[in-house]
């Protein structure tokens, strides 16, 4: 009768919504190399490649490599707070003079 | 009777997986910062920093900003398959003497 059919129905659709649920848990743990890396920098360039010539260089730059620098190519710290937030451990490239 | 208590308990169930299903497929947007940027690279270091003197330099050094390369800080191509397989658009960061 009714109620049989809208039991039978229910316990399909919950245990399919489960089902789904449970498999998406147990198999995101390779999703890890599916994630981004630049979220938002010069998203219409399709590699986004920066060059500097050594002479150019003063006594210390400090290249960004989190791609969350509100200055990038350049370090603006921001690594900190992607760090924080998300328990990477990424941090700056340094290409200094020796003595600097 | 039982069958009415069956079909109310699954019902419930059905409901309660799919709204939460609902809930993170719409409010998962954001997850975008939750993202690792370094997924394997000296895990066990709070923060990798790389340092190199000018006076070492080559004519040329690539740098790797993908975190993926196997010859990590330096760019071994890595970034191409990265960006293949995730749409993502990262490239390295290219030192070198002008003429080089």
Redesign the interface.
Known sequence: NR??W??AA??T??AA??G??AYKTLYSKDK????????DI??D???????????D?GDKAV?????RSKRF?MCDGS?TK??D??????????????EA
Do not use: M
């Not at 360039?45 to 002479?55: L, T």
């Not at 937030?85 to 020796?98: A, M, Q």
């Open positions: 109620h049989e809208v039991a229910s316990l659709v919950g919504a489960i789904y649920l890890g190399s599916k994630l981004l890396v630049n979220l010069q998203k360039n399709p590699k986004v490649v920066h060059a500097f010539d050594i002479e260089l290249y960004c490599r989190c791609w190519p690594h992607h760090n937030e998300t328990g990477d451990n990424v941090g700056p490239l340094i290409i200094k003079k020796r």
